[in-house]
């Protein structure tokens, strides 16, 4: 089964700009949506961004999504204490999900 | 407003089975793929399997295939996840999810399953 790898944890300060990787192969991400979802501690997850750098309705625009290759990218500009969540990648190929990134706020 | 309300989770011992439900209402559910996705504990994410608008196209992650079976019953507005011959690794929490646009775009709030002697 194909992993989308990402980094464990990021950090920066309030109303700084994080961004968080997500790195496949040209059978992944290379040919497939990439979607991202946020997770706070015991809830579900929601969903961030859909075919790469669409938002869905009410998800502010201080979360972007881009795709370049086989890697994906989400960022969050003017951070904020309740972005401190996992966020996940994932593709549509076999719907693998990334490993999941920690954002805290410094 | 879409929801999805999952039940049926609880503690089984290996090698049993349970059965979970998800109801979905606030859209025409037979018109929607839908997915079972699950989370073990302190673990990331893992897609199950899917099932298509009519049932008839149904897909699994290799680790389950021939003993976590998918289903809906349109008629009902629900979706079904039949497990048998567990084990310890399918202790999850348990997540159905509307597919929309390649994503999973609305998600329940879950059922634990725990897989335990």
């Known amino acids: 089964q194909s992993v989308l790898t990402q980094p464990p944890s990021v950090s920066a300060a309030p109303g700084q700009k994080v961004t968080i990787s997500c790195s496949g192969s040209s059978s992944s991400i290379g040919n497939n949506y990439v979607s991202w979802y946020q997770q706070f501690p015991g809830t579900a997850p929601k969903l961030l961004i859909y075919e790469n750098d669409k938002r869905p309705s009410g998800i502010p625009d201080r979360f972007s999504g881009s795709k370049s290759g086989t890697s994906a990218t989400l960022g969050i500009t003017g951070l904020q204490t309740g972005d401190e969540a996992d966020y996940y990648c994932?593709?549509?190929?076999?719907?693998?999900f990334g490993t999941g990134t920690k954002v805290s706020v410094l | 407003e879409v929801q999805l309300v999952e039940s049926g989770g609880g503690l089984v011992q290996p090698g049993g089975s349970l059965r979970l439900s998800c109801a979905a209402s606030g859209f025409t559910f037979g018109h929607y793929w839908m997915s079972w996705v699950r989370q073990a504990p302190g673990k990331g994410l893992e897609w199950v399997a899917n099932?298509?608008?009519?049932?008839?196209?149904?897909y699994y992650v290799d680790s389950v295939k021939g003993r976590l079976t998918i289903s809906r019953d349109n008629a009902k507005n629900s979706l079904y996840l039949q497990m048998s011959s567990l084990r310890a690794e399918d202790t999850a929490v348990y997540y159905c999810?509307?597919?929309?646009?390649?994503?999973?775009?609305?998600w329940g709030q879950g059922t634990l399953v725990t897989v335990s002697s």
């Open positions: 994932a593709t549509w190929d076999r719907k693998v």
């Open positions: 099932i298509s608008p009519d049932g008839n196209d149904k």
């Open positions: 999810a509307r597919e929309v646009a390649w994503s999973f775009e609305s």
